[in-house]
């Protein structure tokens, strides 16, 4: 991952600037991209495509030789050969939350699936749709947004917008405040053979404008599903906030067990915006999140609460960056991490304050919980400060269960396994109880106290 410091407010306007014969450097990453390439249009979004496929013919899959990188092992993944496949998704079931009965969108692996959708309980002033429903203003208005974002050029990010053939699209007019949350549901099928799917989100909050959304990446329900089918999702959401917008974003992920995910978040704050990341991490095998902030205006609010709870053999990354490049910044991070069994936990995340972004107020925090012996966490949070009127502190903690608070619980009457539970379900309900939609905090809370795995050694 990586982020520039830049006041720019549409960095990276020309995604593209390749001028060298087109060179296939890593023939595993071109066989990706031959799969998931699209068939040839004319227009924006075919360029868009061929700019993007250049910079993948020139990019590598990343190894832990790579900083950024370093703990998170790909090379499971290059071991196999993922193809993109459609299935019938007439009999699939999922989670409908009720705020968002009629305000949700569904893609089944990466395809629009418009009999799962709902989009008929929405306000005048508030577009939902995917990106081929739109009207040619409309499409018109996404193209000077969709992979525009910092950080397009990224390999993953760039082997999505590659591939780009559909996006869930939610456009926010000015001044207009959106009551109900916006579902945006990524439902994985696993296959006999391996499968990939690219899904793409675009989020566009005009000035004066609130919306709440809910991203879920999930594995889906099948009357026969397949055992252990294994599938990639690479997966990229662009957020911009315009000036004095709000945005309340809860990400959630929770694909298959044999899954591997690796997803791009990135949002643009304008002057006066306020936006909040609850990204929730339960599933995949392997799993990574990019989240990357760039403040291209004054006085901007950004609250990140992270949650990642992995057992068995489970490794997930979640790497953050915050530019926080003009004066009145505020941003407040906290990620916790439960890890049980023989898990593996990173996060990295970065706060750049710049010389211009005087009297700042930056606050991170990375709270660990290791529920057994040979679980591990590679914790690493960094402040890059050169403005000298500025307050930020960061920290990170490593502990167990302690064994006085279990002998407390026991000594009130409750057993051991219980006492441990109630510990935990303690430790992950501060981030899961911030989630502005209750059907999802009560979902969440269950998923948290039934996992029996966490308890165990």
Same mark, same amino acid.
């Given at each position: 991952?990586?982020?520039?410091?830049?006041?720019? /407010?549409?960095?990276?306007?020309?995604?593209?600037?390749?001028?060298?014969?087109?060179?296939?450097?890593?023939?595993y990453?071109?066989?990706?991209?031959?799969?998931?390439?699209?068939?040839?249009?004319?227009?924006?979004?075919?360029?868009?495509?061929?700019?993007?496929?250049?910079?993948?013919?020139?990019?590598?899959?990343?190894t832990?030789?790579?900083?950024?990188?370093?703990?998170?092992?790909?090379?499971?993944?290059?071991?196999?050969?993922?193809?993109?496949?459609?299935?019938?998704?007439?009999s699939?079931?999922?989670?409908i939350?009720?705020?968002?009965?009629?305000?949700?969108?569904?893609?089944?692996n990466?395809?629009?699936?418009?009999e799962?959708?709902?989009?008929?309980?929405l306000?005048?002033?508030?577009?939902?749709?995917?990106?081929?429903?739109?009207?040619?203003?409309?499409q018109?208005?996404?193209?000077?947004?969709?992979?525009?974002?910092?950080?397009?050029q990224?390999?993953?990010?760039?082997?999505?917008?590659?591939?780009?053939?559909?996006?869930?699209?939610?456009?926010?007019?000015?001044?207009?405040?959106v009551e109900t949350?916006?579902?945006?549901?990524?439902?994985?099928?696993?296959s006999?053979?391996?499968?990939?799917?690219?899904?793409?989100?675009?989020?566009?909050?005009?000035?004066?404008?609130?919306?709440?959304?809910v991203?879920?990446?999930?594995?889906?329900?099948?009357?026969?599903?397949?055992?252990?089918?294994?599938?990639?999702t690479?997966?990229?959401?662009?957020?911009?906030?315009?000036?004095?917008?709000?945005?309340?974003?809860?990400?959630?992920?929770?694909?298959?067990?044999?899954?591997?995910?690796?997803?791009?978040?990135?949002?643009a704050q304008?002057?006066?915006?306020?936006?909040?990341?609850?990204?929730?991490?339960?599933?995949?095998?392997?799993s990574?999140?990019?989240?990357?902030?760039?403040?291209?205006?004054?006085?901007?609010?950004?609250?990140?609460?992270?949650?990642?709870?992995?057992?068995?053999?489970?490794?997930?990354?979640?790497?953050?960056?915050?530019?926080?490049?003009?004066?009145?910044?505020?941003?407040?991070q906290?990620?916790?991490?439960?890890?049980?069994?023989?898990?593996?936990?990173?996060?990295?995340g970065?706060v750049?304050?710049?010389?211009?972004?005087?009297?700042?107020?930056?606050?991170?925090?990375?709270?660990?919980?290791?529920?057994?012996?040979?679980?591990?966490?590679?914790?690493?949070?960094?402040?890059?400060?050169?403005?000298?009127?500025?307050?930020?502190?960061?920290?990170?903690?490593?502990s167990?269960l302690?064994?006085?608070?279990?002998?407390?619980?026991?000594?009130?009457?409750?057993?051991?396994?219980?006492?441990?539970k109630?510990?935990?379900?303690?430790?992950?309900?501060?981030?899961?109880?911030?989630?502005?939609? /209750?059907?999802?905090?009560?979902?969440?809370?269950n998923?948290?106290?039934?996992?029996?795995?966490?308890?165990?050694?």
């Amino acid at each position: 991952m990586s982020i520039q410091v830049s006041p720019s /407010p549409i960095p990276n306007s020309n995604l593209v600037s390749l001028t060298s014969t087109l060179l296939d450097k890593d023939t595993y990453l071109t066989e990706l991209l031959n799969q998931v390439t699209a068939p040839k249009t004319e227009g924006w979004l075919q360029e868009l495509r061929e700019g993007a496929a250049s910079w993948v013919r020139h990019s590598t899959i990343p190894t832990t030789r790579e900083e950024e990188w370093r703990f998170t092992d790909l090379s499971s993944l290059r071991k196999l050969q993922f193809n993109v496949e459609t299935v019938n998704y007439a009999s699939l079931e999922f989670d409908i939350l009720p705020e968002a009965a009629n305000s949700r969108l569904v893609f089944v692996n990466g395809v629009f699936a418009p009999e799962l959708s709902a989009v008929s309980d929405l306000p005048s002033g508030i577009v939902v749709s995917n990106l081929a429903g739109l009207s040619a203003v409309e499409q018109e208005g996404v193209r000077q947004y969709l992979a525009q974002a910092e950080g397009a050029q990224e390999v993953f990010t760039a082997l999505n917008t590659a591939g780009i053939t559909d996006a869930a699209v939610v456009w926010v007019k000015k001044n207009v405040v959106v009551e109900t949350p916006v579902h945006l549901v990524f439902i994985s099928v696993a296959s006999e053979t391996a499968t990939i799917s690219q899904p793409r989100c675009l989020v566009v909050a005009e000035s004066g404008s609130q919306v709440s959304l809910v991203e879920e990446y999930v594995a889906g329900k099948m009357p026969t599903p397949q055992e252990g089918g294994v599938y990639l999702t690479n997966a990229v959401t662009e957020v911009w906030v315009g000036d004095n917008a709000e945005v309340s974003h809860t990400r959630v992920e929770w694909e298959g067990a044999e899954a591997f995910h690796i997803g791009k978040t990135a949002i643009a704050q304008a002057r006066d915006s306020r936006y909040t990341c609850h990204a929730i991490t339960l599933g995949a095998k392997l799993s990574r999140h990019n989240l990357e902030i760039l403040q291209t205006g004054e006085q901007t609010q950004t609250t990140l609460n992270g949650l990642t709870i992995i057992y068995g053999k489970q490794l997930s990354d979640t790497h953050s960056a915050i530019a926080l490049n003009y004066p009145h910044g505020t941003s407040d991070q906290l990620h916790k991490c439960i890890v049980g069994d023989r898990a593996h936990a990173v996060f990295n995340g970065k706060v750049f304050v710049p010389k211009p972004a005087q009297l700042t107020n930056a606050a991170q925090l990375n709270r660990n919980l290791l529920l057994s012996s040979k679980a591990r966490v590679d914790t690493k949070p960094q402040l890059e400060i050169t403005a000298d009127n500025v307050k930020c502190a960061h920290g990170a903690t490593v502990s167990q269960l302690e064994d006085d608070e279990i002998f407390y619980l026991q000594s009130r009457g409750i057993d051991e396994n219980d006492a441990r539970k109630l510990l935990i379900n303690a430790f992950a309900a501060e981030v899961i109880n911030k989630i502005p939609v /209750p059907s999802l905090r009560e979902i969440l809370l269950n998923t948290v106290n039934n996992l029996k795995s966490l308890t165990n050694e």
